[in-house]
């Protein structure tokens, strides 16, 4: 049978619409599941971020996050980071007052410095908590007039405001942590022994690694009842200075028949000491060497 001409025409032409009409549906379909598949793509990267960064959107930080409370050790070195000084200007200012707390005592003991403390480790406990503490009118009142300013105060932390209170000294081994001070591992009094132990840290046993503030320690394991002793290294004196920068003040200690001394003295004169275990030298098996302060860390 014919068919007419125009019926073949419109044939042809509804068989191209529909080839055209398949081929944008294929096309629609691909875009559709590509732009679905970047999506999850998407989706998941963020979740796997939520994953590993805080609410902030900043990465996620354990020291950090300790750092922010009060329990903090980020060092772990047993003295919490709200107990060091954590700046330069706070370090500096420390050394300062520390150093011409214990000097000054060589030349005038201090009523506020309690009789029954008066050891070589009493010199430092004395001369650091006096440092720490704010030294407006009142301060310099109660010190009397041998003292007067040196530098600012310590910012970071004062002793009359924060959570150790007076018990500033550590006195076992570990990390800090929050229930330490319940378990009586801080404590307002340290012997020499207490001090070397868990408050301070190895410098060197050359004395051109020694900076002020620092402590020198001797150990004499025959003397049963104090066999630790230890000095505060000065540097160069505010009083009488001579140019020379190895001074150092310690107290002698007391015994039944006396109170004992301050003394200061420079570390070339002890290098003469007739005795041998008193000779700030590294060939002496007695001299342990510098060791500075956790809080200056």
């Known amino acids: 049978m014919l068919v007419p001409r125009k019926l073949r025409s419109l044939s042809r032409r509804s068989v191209m619409t529909a080839s055209i009409l398949v081929i944008l549906l294929a096309t629609f379909i691909w875009i559709f599941s590509k732009s679905k598949q970047t999506s999850e793509s998407r989706s998941s990267g963020m979740a796997a971020a939520s994953e590993t960064r805080p609410s902030g959107g900043e990465p996620a930080s354990i020291s950090e996050s300790n750092a922010t409370t009060e329990t903090a050790d980020s060092d772990n070195d047993g003295i919490p980071d709200f107990a060091e000084l954590r700046t330069f200007e706070d370090r500096e200012s420390f050394r300062r007052w520390f ?3 214990a000097e000054i005592q060589f030349y005038q003991l201090s009523e506020q410095w309690k009789r029954e403390q008066r050891d070589c480790a009493g010199l430092v ?4 908590r006096e440092a720490l503490r704010k030294h407006d009118r009142a301060w310099f009142q109660r010190m009397g007039p041998a003292y007067e300013p040196v530098a600012r105060d310590v910012r970071g932390f004062n002793l009359d405001a924060n959570q150790l209170g007076e018990k500033i000294f550590r006195a076992d081994f570990g990390a800090y942590r929050d229930d330490d001070q319940r378990a009586g591992k801080f404590s307002e009094f340290a012997d020499a022994r207490t001090l070397k132990n868990f408050n301070v840290e190895f410098v060197s046993r050359d004395r051109r690694e020694a900076q002020p503030g620092d402590l020198l320690f001797y150990y004499q394991p025959w003397v049963q009842k104090f066999p630790y002793h230890v000095m505060v290294f000065l540097g160069s004196p505010r009083t009488a200075p001579n140019g ?7 107290h002698t200690g007391s015994t039944a028949n006396d109170d004992g001394t301050v003394k200061k003295v420079e570390l070339s004169v002890l290098d003469q ?7 700030p030298s590294e060939r002496n098996k007695n001299f342990l060497g510098f060791y500075r302060l956790k809080n200056l860390q």
Do not use: E, K, L
């Open 125 to 128: 406990r004395f001369a650091m």
């Open 99 to 101: 150093t011409a707390i």
């Open 244 to 250: 020379q920068s190895d001074w150092v003040v310690y």
């Open 273 to 279: 000491h007739p005795d041998p275990r008193w000779r």
